[in-house]
């Protein structure tokens, strides 16, 4: 898989070489990176609310008695 992922982007930036889209494709790296990480900071706040409700029912072993509950 890595060596997929690895063709496409020397492929790519073959191609942006020859066709002289270098500053294009500089832009759109750049544009895709940032609306990258700022997905990842939305999934980090959400994962974090989740793991602190999830510890404060650990602590207070409300996942314990889920757990004695679901049990067939």
């Known amino acids: 898989m890595v060596y997929i ?3 496409m982007m020397v492929f790519s930036i073959v191609v942006a070489f020859a066709t002289g889209n270098v500053a294009e494709m500089n832009a759109a790296i750049f544009a895709q990176a940032a609306a ?3 997905y990842a ?4 706040g959400v994962m974090a609310l ?3 409700l999830m510890k404060v029912a650990e602590e207070s072993n409300l996942s314990a008695l889920l757990a004695r509950g679901l049990n067939p």
């Open 36 to 38: 990258g990480a700022s």
């Open 50 to 52: 989740w793991l602190g």
């Open 41 to 44: 900071l939305g999934l980090i």
């Open 5 to 7: 992922w690895s063709f």
